[in-house]
């Protein structure tokens, strides 16, 4: 790789670089995170840090030989003498995996690169899919012997930590065949009083129900039923997900659901409470248990770092459909995620 970039590289390109990435701004959130995968095309550096906007896109990429508050500070500085310059409004929301900084219980949060020297009103939140990727860290492998099925419930029932469960089944059903009159799902919806709103995420399954079920494509023969339909929405490998908006749980709601599930896993008796502990890991010196896990999230959902800190119109990309796509449903791209990015610098 290293001897490509020699050969390929050509006079202008940095500066042609450079350029492009001083001309994007953020419109309300950064997305920071130090990654060491790709540091290993250069000889000088150990890490990179990145810094992307909303829309995924890099505001400032740097080599630097440690992940220090100081280096974070230099590149941040850089992206607010940029948006100062341009005369633009400064972002006011923050994605960093360190967030408050600290697992325990108290902490200051007033300090940091966030608050300090963007003015934000709180230090970084975390990305909730990386949250999940840390939780599974803390199971048993998923190809152990009679633990796949127990596995993919205790991360269901993570999950369920920091997005709100789906309407029952049945109750779905109801609904979509009460509106299957009913254009425009969701003005009616915002015509109904406050209490009875149905959420985003609900009425997205129903349009995508509608979808499959009137589709004209061999593909989409077998939706027949509303009741098949959902459930092929909800399989777990599921590609309609991406049509459907999920619903981001409150702080006080994720730490009464993280001391709910840490009584099941240490005080339950039935058969699930057994089975859930048989596919977490116990804290050891070669592995981090699942337990202690969740205890040191519970300190960070106290505090809103599993919190969205944007309103739910800005926590999704909207991207229109295809003039070719046989559903015509736009997709739903989250906008708090250091996902693209991770999964880039492993690859």
Same mark, same amino acid.
């Given at each position: 790789?290293?001897?490509?970039?020699?050969?390929?590289?050509?006079?202008?390109?940095?500066?042609?670089?450079?350029?492009?990435?001083?001309?994007?701004?953020?419109?309300?959130?950064?997305?920071?995170?130090?990654?060491?995968?790709?540091?290993?095309?250069?000889?000088?550096?150990?890490?990179?840090?990145?810094?992307?906007?909303?829309?995924?896109?890099?505001?400032?990429?740097?080599?630097?030989?440690?992940?220090?508050?100081?280096?974070?500070?230099?590149?941040?500085?850089?992206?607010?003498?940029?948006?100062?310059?341009?005369?633009?409004?400064?972002?006011?929301?923050?994605?960093?995996?360190?967030?408050?900084?600290?697992?325990?219980?108290?902490?200051?949060?007033?300090?940091?690169?966030?608050?300090?020297?963007?003015?934000?009103?709180?230090?970084?939140?975390?990305?909730?899919?990386?949250?999940?990727?840390?939780?599974?860290?803390?199971?048993?492998?998923?190809?152990?012997?009679?633990?796949?099925?127990?596995?993919?419930?205790?991360?269901?029932?993570?999950?369920?930590?920091?997005?709100?469960?789906?309407?029952?089944?049945?109750?779905?059903?109801?609904?979509?065949?009460?509106?299957?009159?009913?254009?425009?799902?969701? /003005?009616?919806?915002?015509?109904?009083?406050? $209490?009875?709103?149905? +959420?985003?995420?609900? &009425?997205? *399954?129903?349009? =995508?129900?509608?979808?499959?079920?009137?589709?004209?494509?061999?593909?989409?023969?077998?939706?027949?039923?509303?009741?098949?339909?959902?459930?092929?929405?909800?399989?777990?490998?599921?590609?309609?997900?991406?049509?459907?908006?999920?619903?981001?749980?409150?702080?006080?709601?994720?730490?009464?659901?993280?001391?709910?599930?840490?009584?099941?896993?240490?005080?339950?008796?039935?058969?699930?409470?057994?089975?859930?502990?048989?596919?977490?890991?116990?804290?050891?010196?070669?592995?981090?248990?699942?337990?202690?896990?969740?205890?040191?999230?519970?300190?960070?959902?106290?505090?809103?770092?599993?919190?969205?800190?944007?309103?739910? /119109?800005?926590?999704?990309?909207?991207?229109? $459909?295809?003039?070719? +796509?046989?559903?015509? &449903?736009? *997709?739903?791209? =989250?906008?708090?995620?250091?996902?693209?990015?991770?999964?880039?610098?492993?690859?």
């Amino acid at each position: 790789m290293k001897a490509f970039i020699e050969e390929m590289w050509k006079s202008n390109d940095r500066e042609m670089i450079v350029r492009h990435i001083s001309s994007i701004v953020p419109e309300h959130t950064l997305i920071t995170d130090y990654t060491f995968e790709v540091a290993r095309l250069l000889d000088d550096s150990k890490c990179c840090c990145i810094v992307l906007n909303e829309k995924q896109l890099p505001l400032f990429i740097g080599f630097c030989d440690k992940e220090s508050n100081e280096n974070c500070n230099l590149a941040h500085w850089y992206i607010k003498n940029r948006l100062t310059r341009l005369g633009l409004k400064m972002p006011i929301n923050a994605i960093d995996d360190r967030c408050c900084n600290t697992h325990k219980l108290i902490c200051l949060m007033t300090t940091g690169v966030y608050v300090e020297l963007w003015g934000m009103e709180r230090p970084g939140r975390k990305d909730p899919f990386h949250l999940m990727q840390l939780g599974s860290n803390c199971l048993v492998p998923a190809n152990k012997k009679g633990c796949a099925e127990w596995r993919a419930k205790v991360v269901e029932r993570l999950r369920e930590v920091i997005w709100e469960k789906p309407l029952d089944k049945n109750k779905v059903v109801q609904l979509y065949l009460y509106t299957i009159a009913i254009v425009n799902i969701y /003005e009616w919806n915002d015509g109904l009083p406050s $209490p009875e709103q149905h +959420s985003y995420a609900t &009425l997205d *399954e129903i349009m =995508v129900m509608r979808a499959l079920i009137n589709s004209k494509s061999h593909w989409h023969t077998k939706y027949k039923t509303p009741s098949y339909t959902i459930d092929a929405i909800r399989a777990v490998k599921s590609p309609y997900k991406k049509h459907i908006r999920k619903i981001r749980t409150t702080r006080e709601y994720q730490t009464k659901s993280i001391d709910e599930f840490v009584d099941i896993l240490r005080n339950g008796t039935d058969r699930m409470a057994e089975k859930m502990r048989m596919v977490t890991r116990k804290e050891t010196e070669y592995s981090k248990g699942f337990i202690e896990f969740l205890q040191r999230q519970r300190n960070h959902a106290s505090r809103g770092c599993l919190e969205s800190g944007l309103p739910f /119109e800005l926590q999704y990309t909207v991207i229109p $459909p295809k003039k070719s +796509s046989t559903l015509q &449903l736009n *997709e739903y791209a =989250v906008v708090e995620t250091q996902s693209p990015l991770e999964r880039g610098g492993l690859q």
